[in-house]
């Protein structure tokens, strides 16, 4: 009896040992798993870089960051709209009224801006004047002639930062002069979704004095440079000074146009035909209700 007791009392010794070493090693084991696991700073990176490249913006995402396509109102009168005109953007040099300084030009976008226009690309001019509707009640069309540098250094920012839409006609065969666009500027223009490039002739001479043969090879190879370049189909020519004749409008259509700009002074018309439009002279020394009063912002 005593043996067994003796024997008893050994087993549930060693039973209160074996649970005591037990409840030791699995609490050990639960620190270990509750600890942070350290990563290098080459390992974040690494899942960083992959996580970055197994995410995509999803098409929602997208699409508010995009503007909504305008909605096209047919008019029940005529539309009339300015179209303005700019050379230099720039410091005025000498009085010359084809200056109009950085300052006023970002101060008359930004007036537009703020009044509500809308800017026309060429297709969308070309669809107000074959429709007679339009994108918004109240709509501009900004062009450039020559192709000077400085309008696109000075110009195309101030637009892009407004997102708003130009155009520019360039002299092709004055391409890479000293104060004039070379290829880069204009392929840097044509990568930019707001801005768009037209004809100015190659050698910008007199139109209206000039013979059918000699506006037929102004006109196609100017629209031909500039399509092979920019990989574009050249729908707008802008005539030198302004200045035409009876037959030009018919030989730009017949070379691939779709419409013309001259230099005469008031709004743009289907009436006034598509090759004959006129532009809105903008000289320097405009404020914002004098610049507002010139395009009929009343």
Known sequence: ??????????????????????????????????????????????????????????????????????????????????????????DVVGGNTLFVPADEFKMEMTAL???????????????????????????VWITFDDGYKNAHDTAMPILTELGMKGSFFIITGMVGNEDKMADDGLLALKSNPLMSIGSHTVNHPDLEYSSNEAV???????????????????????????????????????????????????????ADGLFALNRVRVAYGQNEASFMALIGNQ
């Open 1 to 90: 009896m005593k043996k067994m007791l003796q024997v008893l009392i050994v087993v549930i010794l060693l039973a209160l040992v074996g649970a005591i070493i037990f409840k030791m090693v699995s609490g050990k084991s639960a620190r270990l798993e509750n600890r942070p696991i350290k990563v290098t700073k080459s390992v974040t990176e690494k899942v960083v870089e992959e996580s970055s490249e197994k995410v995509q913006p999803s098409t929602s995402s997208k699409d508010e960051t995009e503007k909504p396509e305008p909605k096209w109102v047919k008019s029940d009168t005529p539309i009339k709209f300015p179209i303005l005109m700019y050379h230099h953007i720039a």
């Open 216 to 270: 037929n090879t102004e006109l196609i190879d100017s629209k031909k440079y500039l399509d092979n370049l920019l990989h574009q189909n050249t729908s707008v020519i802008c005539y030198p000074a302004g200045r035409y004749n009876a037959q030009t409008g018919a030989l730009a259509e017949a070379a691939g146009y779709k419409l013309g700009l001259t230099t005469h002074p008031g709004f743009a018309s289907s």
């Open 113 to 139: 801006k703020n009044a509500g226009y809308y800017t026309l690309s060429p297709e969308e001019a070309y669809r107000v004047l074959t429709t007679n509707e339009k994108p918004a009640d109240k709509i």
